[in-house]
């Protein structure tokens, strides 16, 4: 986030980290031209000789590289985005828009080898691509053909494109040269839907050796997953981790949950709200402003610590910045009062309280940290790239942190790593503070030269959409200040010649508000969106009671649908334009910034459609949505469709629909985004979807491959919401029985037999452990490390899962028999293994378990197990005492003073050898410690030598009774 006089205060301010660089040190090697062999696992597409001479036909090249664009969506999934489908004796063909001289003029249309009109011609997974036809050529009959009519397409033509082919490069000019440089590091910029991802992607192939891939959506990395799988290159191992997954591993904790922002919120203000007047302006009417007070934290206090000086402020020793650096930091953008205020708010946190409600910076600072002591962990010392995504949702520490590794991998392998960040200053929802000119001076004083590259295009929305989101940079940020809006250009240019639709829906009413949810519920890939934070009330109830979600703009952030609503969109727009149009005070600006950038994010998500949605449709609004839907020329937008009648609505979002096929492969990509943030909604939407299947085998039904990967997503789907805690047992236990025959349908056995596993567990929640349930226990931790490899998605709930059990056993009754007994160490030994390498806590669990065990088993007198208790736990038990004595009523005293000396208790020890007659022993250990005992172990060993070397001859009586007191006396 940029802020006013931020330049200035750059030149007047020393910006030196105090800590090694890389910049020194050759660059790691990249190619030059993609390998031949590029994209083994892709899907096979042949395209017919047909669309080979229509493309050949001097055809416009926006035309012709959306049409490349498409083939490369089929290469990598099977299918286009924005695919439609064919009714009647066409039924079977699909058709995807790419354009024309009058928007969306031309289809092209395919199919795969499972549907009716290639059936038997192909494999299920081949791609045939027959033909282009004018947009409302539907009924003339078309038929698959001669396969000998057919050339095959190969990823290397899709990315490596080149002029006088059949196809045109996929990438912008901007966007190729970005791919293209050789520099070591590499900044690229643009605006929602620039094509930063896919340059990205483009690149990997290019970044030859090992490469780290980062990015804070799962969803999006999940996405780029896919396409490394169709289009990977043999030169090149991608490492694909969110940036949390990352972090986690210097971390004892497992993961941030960063859907609960409210709570901590709600906290925050619980807290700050006793210090009162001293909170200066976060304090209005008694009111104290705690979303905002909670992202200058974020972002500042704890975002901006770092172990190193930076830019003037001093090196910090805990996740926080000290009062004299966060003033200087602040007081220009906040003003003294409030740069005070928030730092009084951050002193009413304990350090545990501080680091849970800001875990993301604080668990960067401890990965610092831990850096610094024990450097890098070996997985990661040899990387010969690192790629970040979405680069402005870390805060300057969680940056830092990136910069660390990649300057420690230099060091460690004598080259640096090509370092690649891409990002967008406008779609910062998540408060980290982020500025360009920290990234650049990081970069530039750590590891040398970069190279900066902005992107200006929008290369994901049709024309419209791009000119809807080039309008709103006037809006949302027009009256801001130049030094607190983003940085980058606020217009993208867009050569897209399909236009896309702008619906406008006034609901004024309950009535009218079910009515468009329900329109959205039966709509295919559509998504319902909201600037805010949360949802409205008037939305939130309705959509609940019909089971529709609706989505945050931090939850769509990074994502894209075909049908997009942006529920009080002009309500959001007006309030915003309203807020920036009056002097602010600084605290409001700041808020105001941030404000814009979730509305951009909402209105850049559609493919296709945008429906603006408002309850209130007030001549203000009204006009907000009027500039909205301008074009250059001061002429409504061309897909404007101004304001629609509810009742019409399902049938404008169904129009050109999709056939039953291509609507559950839309709702399947959908549910996918989804499953990460909102696993219920995903459950829902493909529930609804189910009925649309059809019957395996039969024409217009489902294919073999999409109906696995959609039973797939719903049994992960009914596995991650049954362990949300608002769920019953009985819910929670059936919906885990349902996953497991899912999975079994979906052909992955693994993850079928730990569910089922799972399910038993669920359904003896709450009984005592008997032999049965420890079966089950012990077998469901074996099973959880092959079903993570058999559907790797639903590793956290696996182990979650796991590690709840683990506590139980820990911390719950014990059973009475040996048998029972033994095997609870079992199970406790194999979760353990299982889980210490994502739950460092693990350690501690098992051993508090197995001690248990072995005080339970010592009580009852099954010495077997508590012996075998105390082995694993490598002698280390918290009462000493006992495990000796346990050794001693086993009559083994020789072992149990071994164990005393283990421990340090050498009175005992000295003891166990006196007891069992080993003298010479106890002798050795008391001399060895200059132990008083000494002394009458000598005599004692004394006594024993002369009584043994007795002469020969006879005792007199009178000398054998002297001898017989003596003796007596002395014991």
């Known amino acids: 986030m940029s802020h006013a006089g931020s330049d200035d205060a750059d030149e007047a301010v020393a910006s030196e980290v105090e800590v090694d660089d890389a910049t020194d040190l050759p660059v790691a090697e990249r190619l030059l031209d993609l390998p031949t062999s590029i994209g083994a696992g892709a899907r096979e597409v042949l395209v017919h000789q047909e669309v080979l001479e229509w493309v050949a036909c001097d055809r416009p090249h926006s035309v012709r590289q959306s049409l490349t664009r498409a083939l490369g969506e089929m290469l990598e999934r099977g299918w286009a985005k924005n695919s439609k489908g064919v009714k009647g004796t066409n039924a079977g063909w699909r058709r995807v828009p790419f354009g024309g001289s009058n928007g969306m003029q031309f289809y092209l249309w395919y199919c795969d080898g499972g549907s009716k009109p290639a059936r038997g011609m192909v494999p299920s997974r081949t791609v045939l691509v027959r033909a282009v036809r004018h947009h409302d050529e539907t009924s003339r009959v078309i038929d698959a053909g001669s396969i000998a009519d057919y050339a095959p397409v190969s990823p290397r033509d899709v990315l490596a494109a080149e002029a006088g082919s059949e196809w045109a490069d996929p990438l912008s000019p901007t966007q190729r040269r970005a791919v293209s440089e050789q520099g070591g590091a590499i900044i690229l910029q643009g605006h929602p839907g620039a094509g930063k991802t896919t340059s990205l992607q483009h690149m990997l192939p290019l970044l030859s050796g090992r490469v780290l891939y980062l990015t804070f959506s799962r969803a999006l990395l999940d996405r780029t997953k896919n396409w490394w799988e169709a289009f990977s290159s043999p030169t090149t191992e991608v490492r694909f981790e ?31 709200q006793p ?23 974020h972002a500042y206090v704890f975002g901006s610590a770092l172990p190193v000086a930076f830019r003037g402020r001093g090196a910090c020793v805990s996740p926080q910045l000290s009062e004299h650096d966060y003033i200087t930091l602040r007081r220009d953008a906040l003003g003294e009062a409030g740069a005070r205020g928030a730092y009084r708010a951050s002193t009413r946190l304990d350090p545990f309280t501080a680091t849970r409600l800001f875990p993301a910076p604080a668990r960067a600072f401890a990965a610092l940290t831990r850096i610094a002591n024990e450097g890098l962990p070996e997985a990661l010392s040899s990387f010969d790239a690192i790629v970040v995504d979405e680069i402005q949702d870390l805060t300057v520490t969680e940056v830092f942190l990136l910069i660390e590794v990649a300057v420690r991998v230099a060091r460690a392998s004598g080259r640096r ?5 891409a990002g967008d ?21 750590r590891l040398g030269e970069k190279a900066e590259h902005v992107l200006p295009g929008n290369v994901r929305s049709p024309a419209d959409l791009a000119a809807v989101v080039n309008n709103s940079w006037r809006l949302v940020y027009g009256r801001l200040d130049k030094g607190q809006r983003p940085r980058g250009v606020a217009v993208a240019e867009s050569d897209e010649s399909t236009v896309g639709r702008i619906l406008r829906v006034c609901a004024d009413s309950p009535a009218a508000r079910e009515a468009v949810l329900a329109s959205f519920a039966g709509a295919t890939g559509a998504a319902l969106v909201v600037a805010g934070h949360e949802v409205p009330a008037e939305w939130r109830e309705p959509a609940r009671r019909l089971g529709i979600e609706i989505l945050t703009a931090d939850a769509v952030k990074g994502l894209d649908f075909p049908v997009v609503g942006f529920l009080e969109a002009g309500a959001t727009i007006a309030a915003q334009v309203e807020q920036a149009g009056h002097k602010l005070d ?3 600006t700041e808020f105001a910034r941030m404000s814009g950038d979730r509305i951009r994010v909402a209105l850049s998500r559609p493919t296709g459609t945008l429906v603006l949605i408002d309850r209130a449709c007030t001549v203000a609004i009204q006009s907000v949505v009027d500039a909205l839907c301008l074009g250059t020329d001061g002429e409504p937008l061309g897909g404007d469709m101004g304001t629609v009648p509810i009742d019409e609505l399902p049938e404008l979002l169904d129009a050109d629909a999709s056939d039953a096929v291509e609507a559950v492969l839309l709702e399947m990509e959908v549910a996918e985004t989804l499953l990460e943030r909102d696993p219920e909604s995903a459950r829902m939407r493909l529930l609804r979807s189910r009925g649309r299947l059809g019957k395996a085998g039969q024409a217009g039904a489902l294919g073999a491959e999409h109906r696995l990967r959609f039973f797939g997503l719903l049994a992960i789907a009914a596995v991650v919401t049954a ?42 929640d709450g009984k005592e452990l008997d032999a049965q349930q420890l079966r089950d226990l012990l077998e469901f931790a074996k099973a959880v490390p092959r079903a993570v490899v058999d559907e790797p998605r639903l590793r956290g709930s696996f182990e979650r899962s796991a590690l709840r059990e683990a506590r139980a056993i820990a911390n719950g009754p014990l059973p009475e028999k040996k048998v029972a007994l033994d095997r609870v160490v079992d199970v406790l030994i194999e979760l353990h293994d299982t889980l210490a390498g994502t739950f460092p806590e693990m350690t501690d669990i098992r051993n508090r378990g197995v001690e248990r065990v072995f005080e339970h088993a010592l009580e009852r007198g099954i010495w077997p197990v508590a012996e075998r208790a105390i082995e694993v736990m490598g002698g280390r038990v918290s009462n000493p005492e006992r495990a000796g004595r346990m050794l001693e ?21 000295i003891r166990c050898l006196r007891d069992s007659g080993e ?23 004394e006594l024993t030598r002369l009584v043994a070397q007795r002469p020969e001859g006879e005792l007199v009586l009178a000398e054998r009774h002297a001898l017989r007191a003596g003796l007596e006396g002395l014991l």
């Open 425 to 445: 200053e406008s779609q910062t929802v998540r408060p980290t503070g982020f500025e360009w000119a920290v990234l650049g001076d990081l970069v530039y004083q």
């Open 417 to 421: 790593p090509r370092l690649v960040v």
């Open 919 to 941: 003298t010479p022993r106890a002798l050795e250990l008391a001399r060895s410690f200059d132990h008083p005992l000494a002394a009458i172990l000598e005599w004692t060993l």
């Open 275 to 297: 210090c009162g007047a001293s909170l200066g302006p976060w304090l209005r009417e008694g009111a104290l402003s705690s979303r905002e007070l909670y992202a200058e934290l």
């Open 889 to 909: 009523m086993r009559g083994a005293q020789g072992e149990a003073a071994g164990f005393y000396v283990s421990v340090g208790r050498h009175d005992d020890a």
């Open 242 to 272: 969110t940036f949390d997954d990352f972090v986690t591993a210097w971390s004892d904790e497992p993961s941030v949950d960063r859907f609960r922002e409210q709570s901590f919120v709600d906290e925050l203000h619980r807290l700050a």
């Open 723 to 764: 362990l949300l805690p608002e769920l019953s047992p009985k819910e929670a236990h059936d919906r885990i029985a349902t996953a497991n025959r899912l999975f079994r349908d979906a052909g992955r056995p693994a993850a079928a037999e730990a569910v089922k596993l799972l399910a038993r567990r669920l359904g003896a």
């Open 586 to 588: 600084r605290l409001n």
